[in-house]
């Protein structure tokens, strides 16, 4: 009997227990893209006692830290029930890890009452952060990596001289860039580290990488030719003969085509990359800058003397399938990662214009600085990054917005001219 009794008696404390011991459930993540990370969790004590919240971050090179508060909730008299209450907590990340991309991180929450400490939950690993905006400095031979999220010049590399265009390779880890009064190549690292620099012909204006193999492709506007750079030696592979005045150069996703555009020649030069031979020619009038859709089935290309953007089936260059007015003098467009926009860079009007790729018109037209001259689009395809060479600044749009919600200063007599967005 009294051991019926005992039994009865630590069921029944067990079942009555009050202990506040607090018990944390992260919902979610969310990286804001402006240095802080939203991270929505649940709180639950068995009475409903006040709790807080200790908050710690992990990066692979740093450790365990702290983790900065930027908002939400707060870490303090975080209200809580015997069901969940929903509480956000802000991460400030970019105080405890500073400007650019970081991978392998981990944010560990730990609830806790005046009596009883919760067991942790710890979200990731994750990537978190804002990629650098790459310009080149024309005026100062250099190339300057701009953080979107204060606005700054982070670091600046030197390059050759007068770097102009500037391309990032598909996995995202080497900057190419054209330096077109020093006839050269520079490669380097997005940790601003040079690799190297290769000699090609004169007045390089723009290059492209191969999807897949390690390739760039060199316009040369003064020689009328295609350089073809082998990444894997450091060497020149071929020369390829195009028609006078190369300006801009595209691989298609596929890689097994380039397309260049002869501005003085007023044609499209498509080259085979297996045979480096020239499959057609097309005619169109003063083409100055192209770029092809993620899905490799359109192709734009804009002429800055009839200030229109020509839209192509890539499978038949011969004739454009719309032909859209933009603003004075485009020189440059890109398209969007998601294959929705296409935006143009209007340097005699000092604008870009937005072109919606669903319906072939133009959404809208924002004013940026003078004369812009380059234009790359945000790896999530929210942002435009437009080079405005005369107000030494790179200028920030909002693609669905058609506003200009910051401008990025690059210094007094910078000039820049080629603009790269860095993918995730």
């Excluded at 004369?371 to 107000?391: E, G, L, M, Q």
Aim: proline share 6%; hydrophobic share 40%; charged share 15%.
């Amino acid at each position: 009997m009294m051991r019926v009794l005992a039994i009865a008696s630590l069921i029944a404390v067990a079942a009555g227990c009050s202990d506040p011991i607090p018990v944390l459930r992260i919902i979610s993540t969310q990286d804001n893209m402006d240095g802080t990370l939203t991270i929505k969790y649940k709180l639950r004590t068995i009475d409903g006692s006040s709790c807080s919240l200790e908050a710690t971050c992990y990066e692979p090179n740093l450790g365990w830290m702290t983790a900065t508060s930027g908002g939400g909730d707060g870490t303090s008299d975080l209200s809580s029930k015997d069901d969940w209450v929903e509480h956000t907590f802000v991460w400030k990340y970019s105080d405890d890890l500073g400007p650019g991309v970081h991978t392998g991180v981990k944010v560990r929450l730990t609830p806790y009452t005046e009596t009883e400490k919760g067991k942790s939950k710890t979200a990731g690993p994750m990537t978190v952060g804002t990629p650098f905006v790459v310009a080149t400095l024309t005026g100062q031979d250099s190339l300057a990596f701009i953080d979107p999220n204060t606005q700054k010049v982070i670091q600046t590399v030197q390059t050759g001289n007068a770097p102009s265009a500037v391309a990032v390779s598909p996995d995202g880890r080497t900057l190419a860039v054209c330096n077109k009064d020093g006839a050269s190549v520079t490669l380097i690292s997005v940790e601003g580290l040079l690799m190297g620099e290769i000699a090609v012909g004169n007045n390089p204006s723009s290059c492209a990488f191969h999807p897949t193999q390690p390739l760039l492709f060199v316009t040369c506007y003064d020689d009328a030719k295609l350089f073809v750079l082998d990444l894997s030696t450091m060497t020149v592979a071929a020369e390829i003969p195009v028609d006078t005045g190369p300006t801009d150069v595209a691989v298609t996703p596929a890689g097994n085509a380039v397309v260049v555009t002869c501005e003085d020649a007023s044609t499209l030069v498509v080259v085979d990359t297996d045979t480096y031979t020239t499959v057609s020619v097309a005619q169109v009038s003063a083409p100055t800058a192209l770029a092809v859709t993620p899905d490799g089935n359109t192709l734009f290309v804009v002429s800055k003397d009839a200030g229109v953007l020509l839209v192509y089936d890539a499978s038949n260059l011969q004739t454009p399938i719309s032909t859209l007015a933009l603003g004075l003098q485009p020189c440059d467009v890109a398209t969007s990662p998601d294959g929705k926009y296409a935006v143009c860079a209007n340097s005699g009007s000092n604008s870009v214009s937005i072109v919606n790729l669903q319906t072939l018109t133009v959404s809208s037209t924002v004013n940026v600085g003078v004369n812009p001259v380059a234009v790359a689009i945000s790896h999530d395809s929210t942002f435009a990054y437009v080079a405005c060479r005369d107000s030494n600044r790179v200028d920030k749009v909002d693609i669905e917005a058609g506003s200009r919600p910051a401008y990025y200063s690059t210094g007094t007599d910078t000039n820049p001219e080629g603009v790269v967005a860095l993918p995730r």
